[in-house]
């Protein structure tokens, strides 16, 4: 199989995102001014976007209008942010590097990164409480990312990594993990795209399963490249899960083996696109995953 | 004037939020159990349940149905626990002790402090997300508290008095981390209750400036108390703002014209009440806020 690079209409979709995530930040010289300065500089990091464009993807395949969706997919990339400026911290995972860049505590401080954080998840709802479309589909986009963020979804995920980091973790641990820590919000980015540009209901539960698929391969993609790659392909430090013991697919199942459920997960995904008005999109994202372990 | 205690209302309505909260709070077992048992630990610490209070007594004095206000009130005393766990945090005030109890990441440490805060505010859109009321009331009380917590409110006030730490502070500045740190989400608590129980906007509107008087009038009662009380009364560090330097009224005018600025402001609130169907127990919670005083 060819090795392919990010989709087109991916970077298309990531460019809308950047450019209204630019807008719906506060400005960078509003009072207090450090923490806007932090909310934009981790929000506006330069980063592939998978989750708003997934959003958006989502959208489009179900036969909605993507553009109906931009601001819901901003508010999805913002919560995405919090978590990785939390995720960063000292008292978690103290990662210096984020994106190729120093992290948001080591630029800002721990206290600034710690408000900019809980200030992008408030934004986040806010941006949601603000969708020009009827008020039960924009409360059932929060609602769906809430699930997928608090103690059922993403912080329980963060948890439970942080909880087993230097203990042998078995395979059913590791799978919640990735499950709640980057399933979740991914399967939740799908199913916000359909229901917020008001697909059907049958599509908005597929594409969350696709999505659930998907997250768990490029999870373990990324997981895979921690190990293989240096530190400037990553843009933060290789090899710091094996270095702290974390739980990932290559310490339980070695090189190898992780590659090959990385690429039955996105054939999952695929074949859960079959039937849908534009599925072109979401399968190059599905290849796009796995494909960049070859 | 004589002093009183807790009006028996308010403390009638705590118990009501007590109880729910305690159904809402994921249970302390479910895994990953510490985030739980966190969330559970902060959320439950014996209280006043002011913000939950005003809520319940706001719909009440507008001519509605405190008990449909039972569930955003827990969502209200969610997000003012999230915002406790985060501000005692170590690189952010440092507190060993709240409400008479070890701080969150002193009983559970560091990073499960952070997520149980996380955690916590997402269950309050949560909360919010699945309220039995029409759609639009429900994404209103969203952004309502949304406003009143982010980079526009409780988050920019911690902030501003974060950075503004061991540096002389001006009266317009200390208005400012006083409105936006306790006005924001008191006086929103305050809105939230005439939204949800269906309430007129002349009144939502009314309630709310009462919420930031009576804001004030507690804030600057618990700078004043934070002085001239032992730990004992407290229930944490006493004379701990002085300490560090923390901009307070008592620390800019004294404590006599400290005093005298808390009456007025619950004044204000309570000439506010003029000609709404039971403004009885807001009355009493302005009076309460200042005559702890005496």
Known sequence: MRAVGVPTQLKAYA???????ADLLPPENKPPAPLHAAMRYSCLAPG????????MAAAEASGGDPATVLDA???????HCFS???????????????????TCHVKFGEAVAILAGDALFALAFD?????????DRALRAVR????????????????TDILSEGTPVDAETLERIHALKTGALIAASCEIGVVVSGGADEDASRLREYGAAIGLAFQIADDVLNETS????????????RARQKATYPALYGLDRSREAAREAADRGIALLEGLPHPELLRDLARFSVERLT
């Open 73 to 79: 997919a901003c508010a999805i990339e913002m919560v």
């Open 230 to 241: 240096t530190p400037e392909q990553l843009g933060k430090a290789a090899g710091s899960d």
């Open 84 to 102: 990785l400026i939390h995720d960063d911290l000292p008292a978690l995972d103290d990662d210096d590097l984020r994106r190729g860049m120093p």
């Open 48 to 55: 592939k976007r998978l989750r708003p464009a997934l959003a």
């Open 144 to 159: 769906l990312l809430t699930g997928a963020t608090g103690s059922d979804g993403l912080v329980a995920g963060e948890t």
């Open 127 to 135: 941006t949601l409480g603000h969708l020009p479309i009827p008020a």
């Open 15 to 21: 460019e809308r995102v950047n450019a209204r995530l």
